[in-house]
Structures are given as C-alpha cells and as structure tokens.
T-cell receptor, first 112, second 114 residues
Framework: LAKTTQPISMDSYEGQEVNITCSHN???????ITWYQQFPSQGPRFIIQ???TKVTNEVASLFIPADRKSSTLSLPRVSLSDTAVYYCLVGAYYNQGGKLIFGQGTELSVKP | DVKVTQSSRYLVKRTGEKVFLECVQD?????MFWYRQDPGLGLRLIYFSYDVKMKEKGDIPEGYSVSREKKERFSLILESASTNQTSMYLC?????????????FGSGTQLSVL
C-alpha cells in the first residue's frame, strides 16, 4: 500500500499562498494522487486529483514532480474559511487491495 | 449533485445495545466504505463493499459487521455496542474511472456509547 507522509500542522495568514507537501515514495505506476479537505464535524470532500506535472482547478493547484514521489497542494490567497485538515491519498480502491488509507492529514490554521 | 446520506447526525446508545448506522448514496456507485474517525488517529477503515452482498474487512473490523442488500445502501452494525466504539462514523462511496477514483463522504454520525 502506498504510504503518505505530511506535516501534522501548518499556520498561515489570510491572503498568503499555502503549500502542503505530501511524500509518497512507494507510489505505483498507475497511482493517482488525490487531496481531500475536511472541516470540523463534516466528512472529507474532494479537492483535486492528478497523475503528473500540474493540475489546477478553481480551488487549488497540484504540483507533481517527474519522479512522482511527492506532491504539493497549493492554495492561493487563503482565507479563514480554508482552515481545515487536508489529506493526501495515493492510489485507488482496486490497486490498493480495496483499502484507501488516509494518513493523519495536515491541520491548516489560517489566522487573520 | 452527488449525495451520500447518513441516517443520523448524532446517536446516543447504551453499552450492549445493537446499533445500526445507515448510509445511502444516490450516485449508483459500486464501492462503499465505512470509516471511523477519532482525535489523533485520523480516519480508519472498518469495512468496504465493492458490490451488492459483497464485503471486505478494513483495518479495524472487530466488533462491527456490515450489510449491503441494495447497491445504494450500506449499513454498519455494532452487534453489542461498547464505550470504545464512541466515535465519529463516516460513510463514503466512490466513483471508479480507470485508475483514478474520487470518494464522496456523508456528513458523519457522532455515536456516543454510554
């Protein structure tokens, strides 16, 4: 199973760009990288997904280097409402033996 | 819009009771999951199902069972609730398209066992 490592917590201020890096050294050839966001007392929600290079949507950007052993979620100009836990997942149900494993996540705190 | 609905937002039960947590998804997804989430431990997979009547154990299946009689519904059963099963329970379903997959979660059920 692809194991991921993220920082436990990060602090930022409103208006700053935040980059959260996830390490996944044993990523498999077919694995995609997916990030989820979780607010307190809610279920996680999908943010962004990618396989290589760069992916951008209306919420975030995802940067994946050529070796794919890490990925960086970039949140532009964060606001207080971006305070949440961010999870990085690698792989999918079928090629992980049915087990999609969430790591500890990164608790992002945005301050005014 | 996709939707995963968990039957209860908050639930209080007594030790030894049989507890049913229901989850329904309206997206015709094959895969469904039950996680529990505890402070400091993150999300841990209890059971998952890849088809009707099919189930597989996750990392912490002890004390739990599941039922999937219809594609849209996945139930988690605590046969005899214990205080260490007090937790937030999260149901999810997933859309599988090739090698990539997206999970859709319900809002969770906060279960307290007294």
């Amino acid at each position: 199973l692809a194991k991921t490592t993220q920082p436990i917590s990060m602090d930022s201020y409103e208006g700053q760009e935040v980059n959260i890096t996830c390490s996944h050294n044993n990523i498999a050839t077919n694995d995609y990288i997916t990030w989820y966001q979780q607010f307190p007392s809610q279920g996680p929600r999908f943010i962004i997904q990618g396989y290589k290079t760069k992916v951008t949507n209306e919420v975030a950007s995802l940067f994946i280097p050529a070796d794919r052993k890490s990925s960086t979620l970039s949140l532009p100009r964060v606001s207080l409402s971006d305070t949440a836990v961010y999870y990085c997942l690698v792989g999918a149900y079928y090629n992980q033996g049915g087990k999609l494993i969430f790591g500890q996540g990164t608790e992002l705190s945005v301050k005014p | 819009d996709v939707k995963v609905t968990q039957s209860s937002r908050y639930l209080v039960k007594r030790t030894g009771e049989k507890v049913f947590l229901e989850c329904v998804q309206d997206m015709d997804h094959e895969n469904m999951f039950w996680y529990r989430q505890d402070p400091g431990l993150g999300l841990r997979l209890i059971y998952f199902s890849y088809d009707v009547k099919m189930k597989e154990k996750g990392d912490i299946p002890e004390g739990y069972s599941v039922s999937r009689e219809k594609k849209e519904r996945f139930s988690l059963i605590l046969e005899s609730a214990s205080t260490n099963q007090t937790s937030m329970y999260l149901c999810a379903s997933s859309l599988w398209t090739g090698n990539n997959e997206k999970l859709f979660f319900g809002s969770g059920t906060q279960l307290s066992v007294l």
